[in-house]
């Protein structure tokens, strides 16, 4: 079962200019970069826009889980390749999402026709067939801004298909300087997408809804963005309603996510995935520590774990949807880290 971390746009590369790129630096069969899931918690910095700016995620974490290879494939060698004729590539984010693709060199535009995530061992099919999204007008420098239509279909768990519609819009929103842990990029552009659909399930009667919000960073030498930081909202009706944000580096922190924080109480504490809708959380307490408390959103005492490993693996099938609190307890000194159960 795949675990979708994050739903993209597409990614491009950045090689050739710095805080602009073309039609020549977009991806394409063979393209590959290695990607590193950091702190789930962090903020986007939405409101850290302009020229000049400076992104700080230096005090940012990493998530003890392994590296994700992102890798753009002839669109044929995908396992879904039927749903999107029309496509010529497909980039394949492990662990994460396929988006399907083509470079447009007479509009220099980028194509992207839909994309496909896999949860809870279903896989949820996401095709703009009647209307693809234009994901990238070149050139891409700082300033552009525009709106695009999406229709289409999605094929959903119980749902089954369903007509889509709705829009997207592309923002170059920001240059300057991006850190993140100890590394320092110069010439950074940074781009918004945000992509909602919905469409009615009649046999239902609802409406289901997708959004996808992301805020992408390429930097000059680059093939691929250096750190992304997404966020996918899924309502689906009776087929339930899924949420996660992600954030991702192709540049390895080897500080855990939450230790730089209470590392002078004495106490680490991070969790992964967050919000968690796999039924699972990953609990980190590198330093160790003597008990694990798990409170509901009223306090209430839900588990409590004496003596627990560094990492634990709670299964949440048992509780509620809902925001719960984890505290790490360790020399009379407590660390508390809020969490969702979707």
């Not at 809804?209 to 009706?237: C, H, N, Q, W």
């Not at 009776?238 to 230790?259: L, Q």
């Not at 560094?310 to 307890?329: D, M, P, R, T």
């Amino acid at each position: 079962m795949k675990t979708p971390l994050l739903l993209l746009g597409i990614c491009f590369g950045l090689s050739s200019m710095a805080q602009s790129y073309d039609i020549d630096d977009t991806l394409s069969t063979g393209d590959m970069n290695t990607y590193y899931v950091l702190d789930s918690n962090a903020v986007n910095l939405a409101a850290v826009v302009g020229t000049g700016v400076t992104w700080d995620y230096s005090t940012i974490g990493a998530v003890d889980t392994e590296a994700n290879d992102n890798n753009i494939i002839d669109r044929s060698a995908s396992d879904f390749d039927t749903y999107y004729p029309d496509a010529n590539y497909c980039e394949l984010f492990e662990n994460s999402v396929y988006t399907f693709f083509s470079n447009d060199d007479v509009e220099e535009e980028v194509i992207v026709y839909g994309f496909v995530f896999q949860e809870i061992e279903n896989d949820f099919i996401i095709a703009y067939d009647v209307d693809p999204l234009v994901s990238a007008k070149f050139p891409m420098d700082f300033g552009v801004s525009y709106t695009d239509d999406l229709e289409g279909r999605a094929i959903l768990p119980l749902a089954g298909e369903v007509d889509i519609t709705g829009d997207a819009s592309v923002n170059v929103d920001g240059t300057g300087t991006l850190i993140v842990g100890d590394v320092t990029y110069t010439d950074v552009v940074r781009v918004h997408t945000v992509e909602e659909s919905e469409g009615f399930v009649v046999v239902f009667g609802v409406t289901i809804t997708i959004t996808r919000d992301s805020y992408v960073y390429y930097a000059e030498g680059s093939d691929m963005p250096v750190f992304i930081y997404a966020k996918v909202d899924a309502a689906l009706g009776v087929a339930g309603d899924f949420g996660f944000t992600a954030v991702y580096s192709n540049n390895e922190i080897t500080e855990g996510a939450g230790i730089a924080e209470y590392a002078e109480q004495g106490v680490a504490l991070s969790i992964y995935p967050n919000p968690s809708n796999t039924g699972n959380l990953t609990v980190n307490t590198e330093f160790g520590t003597e008990q694990l408390i798990v409170r509901n959103s009223v306090g209430q005492i839900v588990n409590t774990l004496n003596n627990p490993t560094e990492i634990v693996k709670l299964n949440l099938n048992s509780y509620e949807n809902g925001i719960y609190f984890i505290e790490a307890i360790k020399e009379g000194k407590t660390s508390t880290m809020k969490f969702v159960k979707n």
